[in-house]
């Protein structure tokens, strides 16, 4: 008994360690750059197996440094409700597994929020441990930084070509400037590689690739434009109120956002859906 006692103690004291631990990272990573992720560390590792040079190109910017259309274009590309959602899609989510039901093959339906969460604290993968932590270190960002914040670190962190991670580090190495001052047709050409970045070259774009732009571009002026990155805060002559109603009208399609208390709600829902999609072969994390 004496044994089990202390095996359970020790187990309560990890995990209040793990929560404690978790809640100082996120607190943290509001005000500090995130310089390394464990994607980062895991691609370096596959590097040194495989015997190939080890690349690592990563450089912290703050937002106001990062082009506003490449705001718009990951928007447009990964998740259209980001302004509006508390960090989980539900629609999407069930759409996604309706599709992966009838054996159809759907993109991931997981948020900038939830990809940033992945990127910044876990590992790559399928399983019902880490689509939990995901959902968990997801409400945390969600709560603690804010969408500024959790946009900025996005496109600190994320991956964007074979041992590139960011926008300052891609707008560097394929187009040859700082990323404030990427066009659009650069910013949508980036986004159109986020579903393979390291299969899909922004700087030698395939026919795919370009056809993959073109809709990101088209969507892009559709939506109100979102008022973060270099530039953001000049008037936009097209963000009238037709583009107002434009975006209403994809908001009504997508269907509406949930609130913070619908969140706390259906946050059982949020985790089995995430669980289920996890395990389908159709399903991209």
């Not at 400037?177 to 700087?203: C, H, V």
Request: charge should be positive.
């Amino acid at each position: 008994m004496r044994i089990l006692k202390r095996i359970l103690i020790g187990i309560r004291n990890l995990l209040l360690f793990l929560f404690v631990s978790s809640l100082l990272a996120v607190v943290a990573y509001r005000f500090i750059p995130v310089r390394y992720t464990p994607l980062m560390c895991i691609r370096m590792y596959e590097q040194f197996r495989d015997g190939k040079p080890l690349k690592l190109e990563h450089k912290w910017v703050p937002i106001q440094k990062i082009a506003q259309p490449l705001v718009q274009a990951v928007v447009a590309s990964e998740d259209n409700l980001f302004l509006d959602h508390c960090g989980f899609d539900i629609t999407q989510i069930q759409k996604a597994r309706a599709d992966a039901e009838k054996g159809k093959r759907v993109r991931g339906a997981s948020t900038i929020s939830q990809q940033t969460a992945k990127n910044v604290f876990l590992w790559p993968g399928r399983s019902y441990l880490r689509k939990g932590i995901e959902a968990y270190f997801t409400v945390l960002i969600e709560w603690v930084w804010g969408k500024e914040r959790i946009m900025e670190v996005y496109l600190n962190s994320i991956e964007m070509g074979d041992g590139i991670y960011g926008a300052e580090a891609v707008a560097q190495a394929h187009f040859r400037k700082p990323a404030y001052k990427l066009t659009k047709a650069e910013a949508a050409l980036i986004a159109a590689t986020l579903p393979n970045p390291r299969t899909f070259n922004s700087a030698k774009p395939s026919s795919y690739m370009l056809k993959r732009q073109a809709k990101i571009l088209s969507l892009m002026g559709k939506l109100l434009k979102i008022n973060m990155g270099y530039d953001s805060g000049d008037p936009d002559s097209e963000s009238g109120s037709r583009k107002v109603r434009k975006r209403k009208k994809l908001q009504a399609e997508s269907g509406t956002a949930f609130r913070l208390s619908e969140q706390i709600i259906h946050t059982r829902t949020i985790i089995y859906e995430s669980f289920y999609l996890s395990r389908s072969r159709n399903y991209r994390i």
